[in-house]
Nanobody, 124 residues
Framework: QVQLVESGGGLVQAGGSLRLSCAAS????????MGWFRQAPGKEREFVGG????????YYADSVKGRFTISRDNVKNTAYLQMNSLKAEDTAVYHC?????????????????WGQGTQVTVSS
């Protein structure tokens, strides 16, 4: 079993930056990849981006491309979501999720393990 714990959320002004962390534990982390999702009140859970854990290749939703960067530290079993140029519409609860499937999906239904989420609020 894999446990995921996010941290780093908070309140920031528009144009500011935050870095979220997602620490994986529970067993030797060998999941294929990790995704970041967000969910705003009254909206569906949205794919933000993901990373192939082994080779470090990253994928992003169009809405965050050029502003958000995903990275990982294999030694610490931790993934990061660096968010720059934040906008009010980025306000949401952000979750990391891990998948054992041999591909990264934009659908939250294809992820096996989830963190509890961390709130990001961007004030305009």
């Amino acid at each position: 079993q894999v446990q995921l714990v996010e941290s780093g959320g908070g309140l920031v002004q528009a144009g500011g930056s935050l870095r979220l962390s997602c620490a994986a534990s529970g067993r030797t982390f060998s999941s294929y990849g990790m995704g970041w999702f967000r969910q705003a009140p009254g909206k569906e859970r949205e794919f933000v981006g993901g990373i192939n854990w082994k080779i470090g290749r990253t994928y992003y939703a169009d809405s965050v491309k050029g502003r958000f960067t995903i990275s990982r530290d294999n030694v610490k079993n931790t993934a990061y979501l660096q968010m720059n140029s934040l906008k009010a519409e980025d306000t949401a609860v952000y979750h990391c999720a891990a998948t054992d499937r041999p591909y990264l999906s934009g659908s939250y239904r294809e992820y096996d393990y989830w963190g509890q989420g961390t709130q990001v609020t961007v004030s305009s």
